[in-house]
């Protein structure tokens, strides 16, 4: 598939384009997304009233309360990985996509970024609804800690997933069983980063300092850039020789 030259502009606005199809195409269907944050708090309740019931403490333990939110956020990440390139190969529309003027990295961008709006609103309502359900017991933060939580706990963990997500779905949109074949691909790439998310989450939410978590953030953008450059050069195989 050949592709015009097309200047740096008209890349962004390609971008922006695609960007805003797929939040559009995801309004009309918010039901989808209602039923996401459903499954998310009902977990949450489910996990904190086992853990209640079995222990009778009304405060889940640091580590138990950071494990319970990721162990919900990996399983919804899956739900999100649906609505990138499957969604579009289910839709038809993916045709009309690769035979647009539009190169491969700017698709794939796209796409990362509509998971990361996607993924990081329904982990705001997730994160408010765990707090006051689970109960951690944790200690208070202040502005700069909370901030660095925000930034290096669940931001930058969370653009770590939706690359990964992106290449998953990528990969599986040609597949027959995808609800199979997505949790068995997504699994051995982000097995390396779950530890590193866990212990930064544990230690950030103790209020440690940001260099004690100087290795987990060091290693997580390296996996970060890795997938990147991965996606970047079988970008162009995934979408136009399949």
């Given amino acids: 598939m050949s592709h015009q030259n097309i200047s740096f502009k008209e890349k962004i606005k390609l971008f922006e384009t695609l960007l805003a199809k797929d939040i559009k195409s995801e309004i009309r269907q918010i039901n989808d997304i209602f039923s996401v944050l459903l499954f998310d708090i009902i977990s949450i309740f489910i996990f904190s009233s086992a853990y209640n019931s079995s222990t009778q403490n009304q405060a889940m333990p640091l580590e138990i309360f950071v494990i319970e939110n990721w162990v919900i956020i990996f ?64 200690q208070a933060l202040d502005a700069s800690q909370f901030l660095y939580f925000v930034l290096f706990g669940i931001i930058m963990p969370t653009l770590n997933l939706c690359v990964c997500g992106t290449i998953v779905s990528a990969l599986s949109m040609y597949v027959k069983n995808k609800s199979f074949v997505l949790p068995i691909l997504l699994f051995p790439i982000i097995l390396p980063i779950i530890s590193p998310i866990i212990s930064m989450n544990i230690k950030l939410l103790q209020g440690d300092l940001i260099n004690s978590v100087f290795i987990e953030i060091l290693f997580l953008l390296s996996h970060t850039v890795l997938m990147l450059s991965i996606l970047i050069l079988i970008s162009e195989n995934l979408l136009y020789d399949l």
């Fill in 75 to 138: 399983f919804t990440l899956i739900f999100i990985m649906t609505r990138l390139f499957v969604k579009e190969k289910e839709a038809g529309t993916l045709g009309g996509l690769i035979s647009a003027p539009i190169s491969a990295n700017t698709i794939q961008f796209s796409k990362i970024v509509f998971c990361f709006i996607l993924l990081g609103l329904i982990e705001i309502v997730h994160f408010i609804f765990s707090f006051f359900i689970s109960n951690p017991s944790m």
